[in-house]
């Protein structure tokens, strides 16, 4: 680790993400770290149905209420900040502007989970450049007990990297996952079989891939093991984060466009929103927010 790890989370007026305020600040008691807390007032200039008429004034005016009603002594290294304009567009790029290697998002409601994770937070895991953490628990204790999805692609290898920083920094034990999805599972039952030999010489050449991955790979003496499974990634991912009791899902994303994206057809964004655990999605390196 070199450098200083740049940390930001958002605050809402309610503070219904008070566990993600929690764990940003235990996670910025790491040497090395700094936090930002940004919270975004968006003005509003016509009549909307949820809500009066904010002018930019007020929204300052209140957004610096929030900021004051922080109940803590913060130390130096956490600061916070005021943003007006809309939540996503603001968040990101204040990431961009301090160069955060780790955005935090917390959970919006109360009991059952949001099937669509918060519009503010869906639109954030597709489009962010920076790595983002949903944080789902009740908890601000510092996850230690991780699992990371691979697919042998490139955005899942930075997955893993963050993974290994992580615990790292933080310390920790790290499940390195990886399910062999056969071609049944591919393109549909019925619609395309596959001789059992062909569908093992494929699984034999995944997993040399995945033997070469890992024996790659600097752990930096962090403990792990790897975990091989096979059938749809999806439920596969939950299912081994519950059998480990995982405190983070990490997962890469490819970061598609257009109608894939709408649609929320990932195994990323699934399992952010599907999921009852926390997640932290790493994007592809090329990745640009829109």
Not at 81 to 90: Q, S, Y
Not at 164 to 189: C, D, N, Q, S
Not at 198 to 221: C, H, N, P, S, W
Request: proline share 6%.
């Amino acid at each position: 680790m070199s450098g200083t790890y740049k940390m930001v989370v958002g605050l809402d007026p309610e503070w219904r993400a008070r566990d993600a305020i929690g764990l940003a600040l235990a996670l910025a008691a790491a040497p090395g770290s700094e936090l930002h807390i940004v919270h975004v007032v968006e003005p509003t200039r016509v009549y909307w149905p949820l809500g009066p008429i904010i002018s930019s004034e007020e929204a300052r005016e209140y957004a610096d209420k929030v900021i004051e009603a922080i109940p803590e002594q913060l130390p130096e290294n956490v600061r916070t900040h005021v943003r007006l304009g809309h939540p996503v567009r603001e968040l990101l790029d204040f990431c961009t502007e301090i160069d955060a290697d780790l955005l935090i998002l917390g959970r919006h409601h109360e009991g059952r989970l949001d099937p669509l994770i918060g519009s503010t937070a869906q639109k954030i895991v597709r489009t962010s450049k920076t790595p983002v953490l949903v944080h789902k628990a009740a908890s601000t204790r510092v996850p230690k007990r991780l699992l990371v999805a691979v697919d042998l692609s490139e955005p899942s290898t930075l997955a893993l990297r963050e993974a290994v920083e992580w615990a790292t920094r933080w310390g920790g034990t790290l499940h390195v996952l990886y399910v062999f999805e056969p071609p049944e599972f591919a393109y549909g039952a019925g619609e395309k079989f596959y001789p059992t030999v062909a569908i093992d010489e494929v699984r034999r050449g995944e997993y040399e891939r995945l033997d070469k991955l890992i024996a790659e790979t600097d752990f930096k003496g962090v403990e792990h093991d790897v975990i091989k499974a096979e059938g749809d990634p999806r439920t596969e991912i939950l299912r081994v984060g519950d059998e480990k009791d995982a405190e983070v899902i990490m997962m890469g994303t490819h970061g598609r466009t257009g109608l894939e994206r709408i649609f929320l057809g990932s195994v990323a964004e699934y399992v952010v929103r599907r999921g009852a655990r926390s997640v932290l999605v790493a994007p592809r390196p090329d990745h640009s927010a829109s």
